[in-house]
């Protein structure tokens, strides 16, 4: 096989059991590789109704066929299990260098099983693989666990995925972090990976990615660089400003999420935008393997000292979710969850739902005892929260189940801003109503990654969609969304080329690399295939369309109260059904035999 | 007058994050910015986004979109992340 190693590595932390297996052309056919493939594995091994922190559960380390290639962006890899946060599958997306290195070590996919009777890390040099003791780590951060564990491997090119504390302590929220401070952050892979007592991966291999035509796939990654490094936004604002170049369009649009999303405007945004950022902590940019872009930001502030970050869903998230407009603050706050393992865009915004909670007079200070009181706007109380998140300790215990449970503990779910018991990132839907859309039936629940809409929505790419339609055109838009990103978190490449690329350019690539020579149509049809098998996933697992694929009530009720989308809802009830017609669903959401018997999937459901 | 907000690589181009400028629709503030700012012209070769108080013109009247005193419009350089 080209692209692909062809090989799966998989460790039974239960019995110590190391082998290797062969991954099927077949397989890599249908489902691409990434996020694809290894739902594929996870649906056929486990029975989707167990309980996600049971040694039953597995949890897939998945690169795609260009990970590890010089393809631009090539670094990313995939972490699939089962959620602890949603109950439905999970996959975190992360870049850097680990998934580079585990393909180079020689395998595609790492299938991690069981449970370890105490701490323990997998060590991979090549085909060297072992389980060791990981007790002396255990409770140490994630920069310590890292310079700890290259220091003990003896090869400072080897790559290091661990959990932090959060991760140990079961939050749900958990992130894995790969290179320190590159995250696998949403739906809680890191407490799965904290309940297989697993602290950490380090892996070092020599070995390299072949693809079938060299000389092709060297002109096409030639030609694809050109055209992110002339694209304005993967050339230009992304490697100036970072990502958190969107705090000043999103807010100026009037859909910047503020004080857990009460409005959508932030007056103090100016503060904490991409481009204050520049100005005040940026040291250089930094670059994840094979990247042309670089919108990494290695950023210092005297209180954490060099660090990376935070990202523009990170500064939203401890910014103007909790009423926070100082940037010192924020950069702190994310340097804590990198260390401790937690997902920024969880953290914030279930301490916001808590805030709104304890402002409405619904968690009272007597429950808190001496801790600082959860205001908005209190930097104080965000650095005290995340640190007893982490370890469970006191509220911060009530905290660590995300906002959902939470809010749903003192009898007010609608105060949780997710899906899916997953929280929403950094933009309300009321001012983006397909992007609303794609919250709702994101197969990870509350999530921007599986159909960014605010592209076409709000920054005119690669067309120019009215955020406030709701014809049968934004509901296909919304599907072609959704399958292009799961052909790219399939593949192994990084969302953000999809600024610059399409998918005659991931076509190009893909066939150059793997030699299939499929049409762009055949690949979108793959990413269809992996759209479907993520909700056959969901639907084993107990997902009601009806209940499930829905907003919090404030975004159904409650008119945007102030700014550019003042008197705006989201239209759900109209939108959706025309989602499900899109997708081939019956008009209830479960997928239609026909469509199941097209993309091959019916043996599954 | 019409209250003008840029943002990103325009906030050095025209050297502060905003100004005021006198024009009836969306095209003739363009026109006047550019003349006074040549190099605005040139960053925007490949897409702008313009907002009139927070509504993106491409859904109003484009170019043509009018403008009265006290309007807000926002000037941003094509931008993405998330």
Known sequence: ?605 | MVKVKVFATLRNIVGKNELEIQADTVGELLEKLYSKYPEMKKELEKGVIILVNGKNIEHLEKLDTKLKDGDVVSIFPPVGGG
């Open chain 1, 1 to 605: 096989m080209f692209g692909y190693i062809g090989k799966i590595l998989r460790v039974n932390l239960t019995t110590g059991e190391i082998k290797t297996e062969e991954l099927k052309e077949e397989d890599a056919k249908n489902f691409i590789g990434g996020r694809g493939l290894a739902t594929k594995i996870l649906l056929e091994e486990i029975d989707p109704k167990i309980d996600p922190f049971s040694p039953e559960n597995k949890l897939i380390f998945a690169t795609g066929p260009l990970t590890g290639t010089t393809a631009p962006t090539g670094g990313r890899y995939m972490v699939v299990t089962k959620s602890p946060l949603t109950g439905f599958i999970a996959s975190s997306n992360s870049g850097g260098f680990f998934g580079p290195e585990l393909k180079a070590a020689g395998y595609d996919f790492l299938i991690i099983e069981g449970k370890a009777d105490h701490p323990v890390y997998i060590s991979i040099k090549d085909d060297d693989v072992e389980i060791k003791d990981a007790s002396h780590l255990w409770g140490k951060r994630v920069s310590e666990t890292t310079d700890k564990l290259l220091e003990e491997f003896g090869d400072k090119k080897a790559r290091v995925a661990c959990i932090g504390p959060a991760g140990e302590k079961l939050v749900r929220f958990a992130s894995i972090m790969n290179d320190k401070h590159r995250a696998a952050g949403r739906s809680g892979v890191g407490a799965v990976m904290g309940s297989k007592n697993l602290k950490a991966v380090v892996v070092r291999g020599t070995k390299k990615v072949e693809v079938a035509d060299k000389e092709k796939f060297m002109s096409v990654v030639k030609e694809k660089i050109k055209k992110i490094k002339e694209n304005p936004i993967t050339g230009g604002g992304l490697p100036n400003y970072g990502t958190a170049v969107l705090v000043n369009i999103i807010n100026e649009n009037g859909l910047y999420p503020t004080n857990n999303f009460q409005t959508g405007v932030f007056p103090y945004a100016y503060e904490q935008s991409g481009e204050a950022l520049a100005a005040k902590y940026l040291v250089r940019n930094q670059a994840c393997f094979a990247c042309p872009i670089g919108c990494g930001r290695v950023t210092y502030h005297p209180a954490v000292g060099v660090t990376e970050g935070p990202e523009y869903e990170s500064i939203w998230a401890f910014g103007a979710d909790c009423g926070i407009n100082d940037l010192a603050s924020i950069v702190i706050a994310n340097h804590l969850c990198d260390e401790l393992g937690l997902d920024t865009i969880s953290t914030g915004t279930t301490i916001a739902a808590a805030m709104e909670l304890y402002e409405k007079g619904i968690i009272k200070q007597e429950e808190l005892g001496d801790a600082p009181p959860l205001r908005f706007g209190n930097t104080e109380t965000l650095h005290y929260y995340i640190e007893k998140i982490a370890k469970r300790e006191g509220f911060g215990d009530k905290l660590a189940e995300g906002s959902y449970r939470l809010a749903e503990s003192y009898g007010h779910p609608e105060y949780s801003m997710s899906v899916k018991k997953q929280e929403l990132p950094a933009y309300d839907p009321r001012g983006a109503e397909g992007h609303g859309i794609n919250y709702a039936t994101s197969n990870r629940g509350g999530c921007h990654v599986r159909g960014y809409m605010i592209s076409p929505e709000i920054l005119g790419v690669p067309v120019k969609l009215d955020p406030h339609d709701v014809s049968e055109e934004k509901a296909k838009w919304v599907k072609i969304f959704q399958d292009l990103t799961a052909v790219i978190d399939s593949a192994g490449l990084c969302l953000f080329t999809s600024f610059a690329l399409g998918a005659e350019d991931y076509a190009d690539l893909l066939n150059a690399a793997t030699g299939f020579d499929f049409t762009a149509d055949e690949w979108l049809k793959a990413g269809e295939r992996v759209w479907n098998i993520e909700r056959i996933f969901n639907l084993k697992a107990g997902l009601i369309p009806e209940k499930d694929d829905t907003l919090p009530k404030r975004f159904l009720e409650e008119p945007m109260p102030e700014g550019p989308n003042k008197g705006h809802v989201v239209r759900l009830h109209e939108l959706l059904p025309k989602y499900y017609k899109a997708r081939g669903w019956d008009e209830k959401g479960y997928p239609t035999e026909e469509k199941l018997k097209e993309l091959g999937l019916d043996k599954y459901y």
